[in-house]
Structure formats: structure tokens, C-alpha cells
């Protein structure tokens, strides 16, 4: 697997350049209960074909996901706690 590849995945899914697990999952069900062709009263060639594109692409994100090494460090495991409680900060304090 390469950066093309997994690019393609994240586009043909719909996610940003980063994503966890559960959005990945959450992408790949909504796609794929638009397209699965038993979904459909004809079995459509065309999504049939999207459909394996969506298998593919999943499948490619979850392995990529799968195999990434996660780093114990503290520095690295504060400076993730950091981002959420900036992000949780802002999320609670936001109004329109």
C-alpha cells in the first residue's frame, strides 16, 4: 500500500485527511448502504462495481490503520490530551 492508494480510499469514502476508526466505519456504512446492490430491485452493474470500490477502500484504511504504531512516550500521549482539551474547550464554548 502507498500514499496514492490510501489517498484514493480516504476520497473515495469522503474523509479529510484524518479520521478515526469509528469514522471510517461510519463512512463505509453510509456509502455502502447507498450503493449495495441488494439495495436495489436490479442488480446494477455500476453498483455492484462501486461496491467493490468501497470493500477495497475500507479494506485498505483498516489495514493501514491496523498496522500504524502507536507511540506510548509521554510527551506524545500529552501532547494528544492537549489537542482534545483545547478541542473540548472550544466545542463547550462555542455559541452562534
Known amino acids: 500500500m502507498n500514499f496514492s492508494e490510501i489517498d484514493k480510499a480516504r476520497n473515495l469514502l469522503g ?30 452493474a455500476t453498483e455492484t462495481e462501486t461496491m467493490k470500490k468501497l470493500n477495497r ?4 484504511l483498516t489495514g493501514y490503520c491496523a498496522e500504524y504504531r502507536y507511540s506510548f512516550h509521554q510527551e506524545n500521549i ?4 492537549s489537542q482534545e482539551e483545547d ?4 466545542h463547550d464554548n462555542w455559541s452562534f
Open 15 to 44: 474523509l479529510g485527511e484524518t479520521a478515526t476508526l469509528k469514522e471510517i466505519k461510519a463512512a463505509y456504512r453510509r456509502l455502502a448502504h447507498l450503493h449495495h446492490p441488494d439495495k436495489h430491485s436490479s442488480a446494477d
Open 78 to 81: 500529552a501532547r494528544v490530551n
Open 57 to 60: 477502500a475500507y479494506e485498505l
Open 87 to 90: 478541542y473540548k474547550r472550544w
